[in-house]
């Protein structure tokens, strides 16, 4: 016999593929890219398997990582702000992970009264499919409709709003976009946005070079063991024969840019095969392959980011120690 409420929670789930295994494709694409390139390179996304989301979670609990934490403050301090600021029934959120942070925001908007639907977009889908189960349960009424897929690709597929929406972005994920595809990014997310919509960002901030690079360069290793882990993935994936040993974690301010690079340098002169690429890749010693840009902003640029894209700032909200800042903005008046 089915539990009580068991029908009741199934509609109120709806979830949406939009990946058929192009996830590997786009892998091999980056991969044959972006290491025949003169300057190698690869975009930080293929981090995440399962290993790498562990590894990325030890990271937000690091004590040098002080990003998850400071965003984390800003939210229980300011969510009732931010509810009431914009009368949300539906948050949408982009990158929803394990869905964490979220229930900060679902709480507030709940117990605003304006509640209605979770939109989940995440290239996990075992992950939208247990926190939307678990939300419908810890929200009655709340209605989710998850997106599997991936945010640079597949934002049309979220479902047209309701009500009043916010979309959220947080964690500073923004920061991984080189500035001309970090605008485009905003753009995209600006038309998901109609009149009374906002948008929630999170950015880090810039500060002490010494307190960013501490924050990519832990004193346990884990950040360097998440760097060469895309070399795991790729040896997994493409029957490839790197050994991760071979390179050396390396994570800089460039402050120019105002950024966080972080690269694996070649200990040694090599050569690695791709077998399902049908080829070879030669590091010199001491040759770097760069693997993730994570920009820091500043308030006026972060409004010209904004600006160029069609929004505007409402609320700058920072924590205690401004290390970290949680942008609400709009579609410009
Ligand atoms: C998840 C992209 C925000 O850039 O700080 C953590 C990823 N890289 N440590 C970041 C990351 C190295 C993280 N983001």
Not at 24 to 45: C, I, M, N, Q, Y
Not at 133 to 154: K, N
């Amino acid at each position: 016999m089915p539990r009580a409420g068991t029908g009741l929670t199934r509609e109120s789930i709806r979830i949406d593929s939009h990946l058929d295994g192009s996830g590997s494709r786009s892998l091999a694409e980056d991969v044959l890219d972006g290491l025949t390139r003169p300057f190698k390179e690869l975009p930080p996304k293929h981090f995440y398997d399962s290993h790498g989301a562990e590894l990325f979670d030890r990271i937000c609990e690091l004590p040098e990582y002080y990003q998850t934490r400071a965003e984390r403050e800003i939210l229980e301090q300011r969510a009732e702000e931010i509810a009431e600021l914009t009368g949300a029934s539906e948050l949408v959120e982009l990158g929803s992970g394990t869905a964490a942070k979220t229930r900060v925001l679902l709480d507030a908007l709940s117990s605003a009264g304006t509640l209605e639907r979770y939109i989940p977009l995440d290239v996990t889908e075992s992950m939208v499919r247990s926190s939307a189960r678990a939300l419908v349960e810890e929200y009655p009424g709340l209605s989710v409709h998850g997106v599997i897929g991936d945010f640079e690709r597949h934002l049309e597929h979220i479902p047209p709003a309701l009500g009043p929406r916010v979309v959220a972005f947080l964690g500073g994920t923004i920061g991984n976009f080189p500035p001309g595809s970090r605008r485009r990014m905003l753009r995209g997310i600006a038309r998901l946005l109609g009149a009374e919509d906002h948008l929630l960002l999170g950015t880090d901030l810039v500060k002490d070079p010494r307190v960013l690079e501490a924050a990519y360069n832990d004193a346990e290793g884990v950040t360097a063991e998440f760097n060469r882990n895309v070399l795991r993935v790729i040896n997994r994936e493409l029957d490839a024969d790197f050994d991760p040993a071979d390179f050396e974690h390396v994570a800089i301010f460039d402050e120019h840019h105002e950024w966080i690079e972080m690269r694996l340098r070649a200990r040694r002169g090599l050569v690695a095969t791709i077998a399902a690429l049908e080829m070879d890749v030669r590091f010199d010693a001491g040759e770097e392959l760069r693997t993730e840009i994570s920009a820091k902003f500043t308030r006026e640029r972060l409004q010209g980011d904004l600006a160029a894209a069609g929004l505007e700032l409402v609320r700058w909200l920072t924590d205690a120690e401004q290390r970290f800042a949680l942008t609400l903005a709009r579609p410009s008046s």
